[in-house]
């Protein structure tokens, strides 16, 4: 399953990958996980104010399941993290990112930062690339059922 020319997974990825499994373990993020899985379907940024009110539990959920998600995409934008490992057990990385999408350009435009889920989008693209290779077909099945 390797490419060739693709730089070899150490045991510092290994590492880094079960840390950060541990860390979506913890007992406030697993909550935040369950809700964004269930309950996050926002394509427009009036859908979005009227799940997440500031303030609000879902506002934080929301925050917390997105920042995790878009820290784990800069180690893999900036090469800290061996991609091709982290994608054979990391899709919710690109189920957070096919919730996500719809509103990245508005949330970019909002918020007046044209970086805004830039790590996030950029892994998925190459997650997306990655997935195509490996099960044609795969990805389209999976996000037909992630976006409804």
């Known amino acids: 399953m390797m490419n060739s020319g693709v730089a070899r997974a ?10 950060l499994y541990d860390m979506r ?4 993020m697993r909550q935040a996980r369950a809700w964004f899985v269930a309950s996050f379907r926002a394509k427009t940024m009036e859908e979005f104010a ?5 303030g609000s539990e879902q506002n934080a959920s929301f925050r917390m399941v997105v920042s995790y998600w878009e820290m ?4 893999l934008t900036t090469g800290v993290l061996n991609a091709e490992l982290f994608y054979q057990s990391g899709r919710e990385l690109l189920f957070v990112w096919e919730r996500l999408r719809d509103l990245a350009p508005s949330f970019r435009e909002q918020y007046k930062h044209q970086y805004e889920y830039k790590n ?25 059922r992630v976006r409804g």
């Open 10 to 19: 150490t045991y510092d990825d290994v590492n880094l990958i079960v840390k």
């Open 25 to 28: 373990r913890e007992e406030r």
């Open 50 to 54: 009227s799940i997440c009110p500031p």
């Open 72 to 75: 784990v995409a800069s180690f």
């Open 120 to 144: 996030l989008e950029a892994a998925a693209k190459t997650y997306i690339d990655w997935w195509t290779t490996q099960a044609p077909g795969a990805y389209e099945a999976f996000t037909a």
